[in-house]
């Protein structure tokens, strides 16, 4: 309670939560959450999916207007109803679905609804000189006229940072805003986070990446199942201990093999000089039975494109796919399938699952043929199927009627995990499995990929985290711009071997 604060502290608190209720129909997103923010820190937000941490940034910047509890910004009561409130107030956010008109230019996008005028017409003059002098503080290497749809989703994301600027925000908010970002991106954007708390902005900052938290973050703030755990200085915190508060458990050493490896000789897949003119080149291996197979390499080093081209999903230049010993004409992911071979998509918030579908309906999208005879849709087996997966990857909420758009964020990319393993595919390629995926139930994951190899299945695993990739592979090849750089067998794997091979070194 603020009565309770001393009064020096309270002048360096910049936002307060207080008794924070936010209840969705049939789901109490947040649960009389109460804590603080101080003034110029790196505040990081915590939890497993589901947990609120969304929720609650919605809340502080007026996209959700109704709450019970009360929300202070530097010591005053706010309520906005909208957006724009709390811009005009000076909270900005950068959220992970980048929404810019794609048909205006940067500068446009960064005055959007507040360009200077002069006689009550827009003063373009103004508005270019001004947005240029903030794109050229953040060092970026576009300006404010050109236009927004030659640009990376990582100078997207500078360009709603410039408009947070723009707007003289003293608070900025952070949701998952790496997980779309180029291994460089990503260093260019923390450095520039540090930067923003210089210049005494306060920061809140949701991620899934604990490395991240203990690059850049001040304190962190936890969140479990709606309710506020505990706030932690991150200097005086180990990692196990951020995590036991996150999971209500102890989670150690997660990404590991539990099974025995069953890897076969026998051959599933053989890619043979794999190319596309300008992206790959020359991609050869093979895939055995019962293995897990790694691709490692820095975001960016094409190894989405490489497993795109083998599934269907886009076109190659030459080269050869074998599945079982036979050539594979595999032109579409329809193809794919009959060949029994299922890819789970990295981009999964778009590719993934029909709005206004429930997550049993969702799941077994994929598999339609498997749940229909004679005409007739067996609604019990879908149900069936959608509980299995549920009580297997934890989803939250445990509901197969749920509609799937109405998860959080980790929690639809758990339904997505469950389409394509329920196609019961041979060759499952994973893209980044775990990625925006909390810590407890990436352990689920990874259990769920050693049953499926324990069942004469085989996995190629594309993965940008070092431990998983260190951990659960039998094999592991290294890519870097488009080609292969090097073979790693489980014996050789550690982290410097496979970042010298990433690298080029
Ligand atoms: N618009 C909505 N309608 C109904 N329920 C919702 C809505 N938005 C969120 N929820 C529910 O509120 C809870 C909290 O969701 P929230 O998105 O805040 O989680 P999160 O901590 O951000 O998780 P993640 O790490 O997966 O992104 C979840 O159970 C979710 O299903
Ligand atoms: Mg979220």
Redo the contacts with the bound molecule.
Sequence with gaps: MAGLLKRDELMSIMIHFSNITKQ??G?K?LDDVDFSVEKGEIHALL??????????LNILHGIYPDYDGEVEIDGSKVNFKNANDAIEYGIAKVHQEVNLVTELTVGQNIALGYEPAKKGLIDYEAMYEKTDGILEKLGCRFRSRDRVNSLSTGEMQMILIAKALFHNARIISFD?PTSALTDREVDRLLQLIMELKAQGITILY?T?RLDEVYAIADRASI?RD?KYICTLQIKETKKDELIRHMVGRDVSAYAVRNQELCSSEEVVLKVESLCKNGVFEDISFELHRGEILSFAGLVGSKRTDVMRAIFGADSYTSGSVYIHGKKAEIRTPKDALRYSLGLIPENRKTQGFVKNFNNAVNMALASMDRFCSRGFVNEKKILENCMYYTGEMNL??ADPE?LTE??????AQKVIIAKWMTTDADIIIFDEPTK?I?VGAKAEIYRLMEELVARGKSIIMVSSELPEVIGMSDRVIVMREGRIMGELGRKELNEEIIMKFAMGG
């Design positions: 969705f129909p789901n997103a939890g497993e999916n589901g947990a609120g941490k969304s929720t609650l998952e949701i899934h969140l709606g939250h909420p749920y109405a998860l959080s964020g980790g929690n925006g909390d």
